[in-house]
């Protein structure tokens, strides 16, 4: 019998939200920018800031990760998290266990099978200049 990919999807975003142990992060989508040529950059007026709750699996790196990991980064707190959809630079990400905020390294890279995006992978680090409580 062939392998069901629809049921595969399911178990791992179960697996991903759920069983890994993961951190609840709070993701943070800012607000659309649009170019004006006279004034630069600005903040879309029909856009605002959206924050929404997902769980992911926010998990301390191993040594098999490091080829992954850029060279300036590695001293410093990295995580990976595990996501089922994707995560980009422009969002901040805040662990809800302790409030630390982390910034995306390395952007999403995706497990496929079947035809079908499973799960996203995406490392992040500790933003430096935060207050230790």
């Known amino acids: 019998m062939p392998p069901n ?9 179960n697996m991903i939200e759920e ?8 993701i943070t989508i800012p607000p659309d920018s649009i170019y004006d040529f006279g004034i630069g950059e600005k903040d879309s007026i029909t ?16 040594k098999d ?3 992954y990991i850029p060279e300036g980064f590695r001293k410093r707190q990295i995580r990976k998290i595990f996501s089922v959809a994707p995560l980009d630079r422009t969002m901040k990400i805040t ?6 905020q982390f910034e995306i390294i390395v952007p999403s890279a995706a497990f496929r099978a079947g035809g079908l995006t499973h799960a ?7 933003i430096e ?3 230790e409580e």
Not at 5 to 13: E, L, S, T
Not at 120 to 126: D, I
């Open 5 to 13: 990919w629809n049921r595969f999807q399911n178990i791992v975003k």
């Open 19 to 26: 069983n890994l142990g993961g951190d609840i992060c709070t």
């Open 47 to 62: 856009s605002d800031g959206t924050t929404s709750s997902i769980s992911v699996a926010l998990i301390p790196t191993n």
């Open 65 to 67: 990760d490091f080829d």
């Open 95 to 100: 662990s809800d266990f302790d409030d630390t």
């Open 120 to 126: 996203y992978r995406t490392f992040v680090a500790r």
């Open 129 to 131: 200049n935060q207050v």
